[in-house]
């Protein structure tokens, strides 16, 4: 079963809009990442957010995560149309392995 | 540096053959992880090696298998092909020395086998 579950499945908005998408998990982590997808082609790493953190910035990203909700947010602001992609958020329950949820697919219309 | 890079691209095989995947990861890096990915099960988790030696599997069967070698690199073997193993099957490599927790992991392009 999937350990990170990401919320909404599929997101449209204008660009220049901000986007916020959202990871739910089941069991406690050392740290969660996320992960960019361009259509059929390899992952590329976002950011990465430890346990012990609860805000991090990068550039246009910035990740929360909540541990006792077991909840993390990616919000990419003032979207660009390059920013279209599916979104994965990926967790380490268990050693040495990563699981990821089934993603977001982000479309940022010109 | 060179990124990940996968060989072959892209592979057509038929129900019951066998099929090497090729992954060279990025120079120092001494982890790689192999991942399935669907559009019905996403992606999923196969297998860990670092230093040669597996670390942790996911939950498939005994038809796929992995190996490292001295140098890092790493191949997966999947044996017997059914019609439901046709996916994109990525590697990602990582430094792989932050203990159990998961590094940062860098994607190759991924080989798109497709099984008749």
Redesign the interface.
Known sequence: SQQGEEDPQALSIQEGENATMNCSYKTSINNLQWYRQNSGRGLVHLILIRSNEREKHSGRLRVTLDTSKKSSSLLITASRAADTASYFCATDASNYKLTFGKGTLLTVNP | KAG?TQTPRYLIKTRGQQVTLSCSPISGHR?V?W?QQTPGQ????LF?Y?SETQ??K?NFPGRFSGRQFSNSRSEMNVSTLELGDSA?Y?C?SSL?LSG???D???????T?LTVL
Request: hydrophobic letters at 30%; a positive charge; proline letters at 4%.
């Open positions: 990940v982890s992880s991942y996403g992606l999923q988790f860990e670092f670390r942790n996911g994109l990525l990602a792989g159990r927790s998961s940062t992991q860098y994607f190759g392009p991924g798109r």
